[in-house]
Every structure is written in C-alpha cells, then in structure tokens.
C-alpha cells in the first residue's frame, strides 16, 4: 500500500543564492571534460531520433533531470553541481529541445514518456532516480505506460495535469500555443537576450544562474553572427496543443515508484485541488508546497528543492501498491 499519503509538507527556509551555471560559452556543445564538474556532451539513437544529453559524471546511482517545455539540459547545471557528490548525474534534451532531433510530429506525452524508457534501454541504466519539472515530469509519469522496471524513485515538480482528455485532436488555438508560436526567436547576441528576458516573465523570478544557463545554451549562433532559439516555437506550440488530449491525473496511478510531489503555492496549475487529486492517484506520493513559489519553483526557490529532492533520495525504499 501507499506511503507517505498524508504526509504534506511545507518547506518556509528563504532562498539562498547557488554558485553561476558550470560553464558560459558561446561554443557550448563542444564542452567535453569532466573532472572540474562540467558535463561531457553526448548523442545517442533512439529509434529514429537522436537524443542529446549531458553526463556531468559523479559517484553513486543514477539521477536523471528532465526540462520543461521550450527548456534544455543544460538548465539543471546548478542541481547537477549539488548532487554529483552522491550520483551519476545526467540531463536530457528531449525531442524538439536543445541538441536533440526537432522532428515534425510526435509531441503528446505519452511519445515523450516512451522516448524516456528508451533512452534509459539504450543506456542501460538501472534503478535511475528521475526529476522531471513541468512537461518533463508529465513525460515521468506517461513513461510508466512503458513500464517501470528501471526507474527508482520519481520528483515530479509541477507536472502538467488534466482532469481526463479534454480533447481529441490538438488546440492550436489555445492561448499558450498561440503565444508560443509567436514567441521571437532571433537575437543580436546572449547579452541582449539576457537583457531582454531578465525582466520579464517567468525569468523575473528565476534566480539569475538559471537566466544564464537557460539563454548562453538555449540558442544557436548563427552565420550573420546572432542566436536563434534551439527550441522552435512552433515545436513549443505543437507541445501546448497536444497536452489536453492526455488525462495526466490517470498515467500518475500507473507510476509504481515511490513519488516526491512538489509544488509552489503561487502556481496556479498544481493548487490544493489538483495536488489532493494527485496524491490519491499515484501509488506511493508525497507533497512538498513550496510558499512563496509559482509554476518555476525549481529555478526560484532551488536550495529548497535540492534540500527536498535529497531527503527524499536518501529515504528508506517503501512497499508500493501493486496491482
């Protein structure tokens, strides 16, 4: 039977500030040594997909981290520093994100939960502990229809959840796929992006390490000497209007691994309603609510995050619910 069920925690320690992302070049790809921390790039087939990925080394088992939409790996370079004392650590650009394949089709959820399963089949890797933030962590709980035979433990942070499909063909009209294929995608440098998205949201909010990672790898230099966006908006948009054809509550109750829950209490995807829902969903979850936080709690409030995700690790494995 499920643990931790009732366990509802509410984290109140005030953020605190993290060294600067691992590494800020206009070259980030061919980044390949390891042994000061940065990660060594890497390519793998899956299918007919090439997937890129980060391994930024470390002792102990595996932990994987898994971006939102329109994110990249690189954007977990700050949690990947905290943790590679105590594991491998490695981050995942998923299809249509940062290095990775930008096929044409192939962006509902349960796509992007078998192209994590296998990812893990053609590493290898085993009993992987998983972090996944927003889409990432939807993309967590729809790999369990693959089956979770070399998953651990699972983080989701404010996984995108509806309460069953709400439709059968995707919404390209919706607000924010609309606002995602209209999203600029072109600029003269990363420091006028940087000066560009600072103030604005969601990066307002971010502390400013993860505004660096996310803009010196999120693009590409150009010919003409400017950065265009490694994750197209139209890639982005396809994303947003494929969401509501997956009832997200439904794929938590086949993730029989114990589940770290975390939300922030601004966010207005992931309140008291949707989390109660999903706590009864999954097998074996726990809530951590974040006060103070909104939809990107991992980028505004990450020593807490951290805090939490390594308490959670080191716990004791509980029995799951099987059915």
Do not use: N
């Not at 931790?4 to 953020?15: D, V």
């Amino acid at each position: 039977m499920s643990c931790c069920r009732s366990r509802r925690h509410r984290s109140s320690s005030p953020p605190e500030p993290l060294s600067p992302c691992l590494l800020r070049s206009s070259t980030p790809s061919r980044v390949t040594p390891r042994a000061d921390g940065r990660p060594t790039s890497h390519h793998v087939r899956v299918r007919d997909l090439r997937l890129h990925y980060l391994d930024f080394g470390g002792d102990g088992p595996p932990l994987l981290f898994l971006h939102a939409t329109g994110f990249h790996a690189w954007v977990w370079a700050p949690y990947a520093e905290h943790f590679r004392a105590t594991h491998r650590v490695l981050a995942l650009d998923q299809r249509g994100h940062g290095e990775s394949d930008k096929p044409p089709s192939g962006y509902r959820w349960e796509e992007f939960g078998a192209d994590l399963m296998r990812f893990l089949d053609a590493l290898t890797l085993d009993r992987v502990h998983v972090v996944g933030h927003s889409k990432g962590a939807t993309a967590i709980a729809a790999a369990a229809a693959a089956g979770t035979e070399r998953l651990a433990r699972a983080v989701l942070i404010e996984p995108v959840l509806f309460a069953g499909p709400l439709a059968s063909a995707p919404i390209r009209e919706s607000p924010l796929a609309v606002g995602a294929g209209r999203r600029r995608e072109v600029w003269p440098s990363r420091a006028a992006m940087f000066d560009s998205l600072r103030p604005r949201m969601p990066f307002e909010t971010w502390q400013e390490e993860f505004v660096r990672c996310y803009v010196d790898h999120g693009v590409a230099d150009r010919p003409d000497g400017q950065v265009v966006l490694r994750c197209p908006g139209a890639i982005e948009a396809e994303i947003y209007a494929h969401a509501p054809m997956t009832d997200g509550f439904a794929l938590l109750e086949r993730l029989h691994v114990p589940v770290l829950l975390i939300g922030g209490e601004r966010s207005p995807g992931l309140g008291e309603r949707e989390a109660a829902e999903a706590l009864r969903r999954l097998p074996a979850g726990t809530l951590l609510t974040v006060p103070g936080a909104g939809h990107f709690v991992p980028m505004e409030r990450p020593r807490e995050v951290m805090e939490a995700i390594a308490r959670f690790l080191a716990e004791p494995r509980a029995p799951t619910r099987r059915t």
